[in-house]
């Protein structure tokens, strides 16, 4: 089964907006990352946070995580066409033994 | 740094016929990973392998799929007999261990189509 569940589905943004995407799972992790798909392609991994830290940057990506409520969110300032791709987050989780477990991730459109 | 390797890149065969994926880690990765990613959905965990090891195949169809690590460096995924519903892109992925170094690296990815 999957672990994470990311919010919306789908999301559809214009060009220098910034777009929000929520990421919630249910059981105790290591870590959580984020991993952006481009159609047709494999994952490129974009960020990784730690269960202790709060919040973390990295260029146009800020990434949330919030340990009692089991969330985190990914935000991206100033949106690209470039941007357009599926972004999953993945949780490192502790359950029997160590895994990395994907969500169904959002699909993001950024109109020109 | 060479990525992480996969091949064939593209496959169709007919049900009940066998099929193999090869993968090529990153060179000094002890995790190695395949998922199955079905079209609109996030990739699922089939196995994962720590060295030689098995860490996880609990979603593994083991009565169809096998895969094994030989001598802890590159891995194969095979399917025997194939159904409908294999048709996927099976993707692996491979990482340094330890807690904070769990950032997974991709291939390319194999497109399995089952007709």
């Known amino acids: 089964s999957q672990q994470g569940e990311e919010d919306p589905q789908a999301l559809s943004i214009q060009e220098g907006e910034n777009a929000t995407m929520n990421c919630s799972y249910k059981t105790s992790i290591n870590n959580l990352q984020w991993y952006r798909q481009n159609s047709g392609r494999g994952l490129v991994h974009l960020i990784l946070?730690?269960?202790?830290?709060r919040e973390k940057h990295s260029g146009r990506l800020r990434v949330t995580l919030d340990t009692s409520k089991k969330s985190s969110s990914l935000l991206i300032t100033a949106s690209r066409a470039a941007d357009t791709a599926s972004y999953f987050c993945a949780t490192d989780i502790i359950q029997g033994a160590q895994k990395l477990v994907f969500g169904q991730g959002t699909r993001l459109t950024i109109n020109p | 740094e060479a990525g992480v390797a996969q091949s064939p890149r593209y496959k169709i065969i007919e049900k009940r016929q066998s099929v193999a994926f090869w993968c090529n880690p990153i060179?000094?990765?002890?995790?190695l990973y395949w998922y199955q990613q079905i079209l609109g959905q996030g990739p699922k965990l089939l196995i994962q392998?720590?060295?030689?090891?098995?860490v996880d195949d609990s979603q593994l169809p083991k009565d169809r799929f096998s895969a094994e690590r030989l001598k802890g460096v590159d891995s194969t995924l095979k399917i025997q007999p194939a159904k409908l519903e294999d048709s996927a892109v099976y993707l692996c992925a491979s990482s340094l261990w330890g807690r904070g170094n769990t950032e997974a690296f991709f291939g390319q990815g194999t497109r399995l189509t089952v007709v």
């Open positions: 946070i730690r269960s202790n830290e």
């Open positions: 060179s000094g990765h002890a995790t």
């Open positions: 392998f720590q060295n030689n090891g098995v």
